[in-house]
């Protein structure tokens, strides 16, 4: 596995953002953990959003935001399931 993995973005031939991949499990968990944590938080509240009353255009920033941040949780999880899979098997 390389050390740095390119988080899922627009594409672009060159990534700015990276996951280091010799981050300790626990610290690559709790990122994604935050991350998704945030996006199910913008989620919530705007389940609670009188539809009618939401201005289209805030709809679509919060989808997006959200969007990107279970993006960036998914893309660390993955590596978080690589570093597990190559620990020693426990019996």
Request: overall charge positive; proline content about 3%.
């Given at each position: 596995m390389p050390r740095y993995i390119p988080l899922t973005d627009i594409d672009l031939d060159n990534p700015s953002l990276m996951i280091d991949s010799e981050v300790p499990p626990l610290s690559i968990h709790a990122t994604a953990l935050a991350r998704i944590r945030a996006a199910t938080e913008m989620m919530e509240s705007l389940s609670r959003t009188e539809v009618a009353r939401a201005d289209g255009v805030d709809?679509?920033?919060?989808?997006?935001?959200?969007?990107?941040?279970?993006?960036?949780?998914?893309?660390?999880?993955?590596?978080?399931?690589?570093?597990?899979?190559?620990?020693?098997?426990?019996?």
């Open positions: 709809l679509q920033h919060i989808a997006q935001a959200a969007t990107m941040l279970m993006r960036d949780g998914c893309d660390l999880l993955g590596v978080l399931g690589i570093q597990l899979r190559a620990l020693p098997a426990k019996l």
